[in-house]
């Protein structure tokens, strides 16, 4: 059973640094307990989300069967914002033009995709 050491005050600190003729502490800086290695890995794990498949993985995993393999070397999925709006990036105008006239197509197929129901609007931009 490990005991935590006591700590003291800044004040009674600094007052035993006085007594012992060392410098004072009067950072600004407060304090604070050492936390666990393993609970604060874990909970930056779960914060950002680390190790665990996003939507975003799954359309990116299964674009060309979206979009089709020619259109696939053209565009690409860039970011999911507000859990409903996925943006596409695309750099030929031609199949711009193609995925905008096959919007509810794309959807359709996103939502096939496991939570892809979560999409509800595609935005194409050049890129």
Known sequence: MSKQPYRFSRQVENLIANLRGI?????????????NLETALSNILDRYKIGIESLEDRIRDNWTTIVGEDNARYSHPSRIERDSILFISVSNPIIRQELQFNKSILLRKIHAIKNGKKIRQIVLKSG
Not at 23 to 35: G, L
């Open 23 to 35: 410098p004072e502490d009067h950072s600004i800086v407060e304090r604070r307990r050492p936390k």
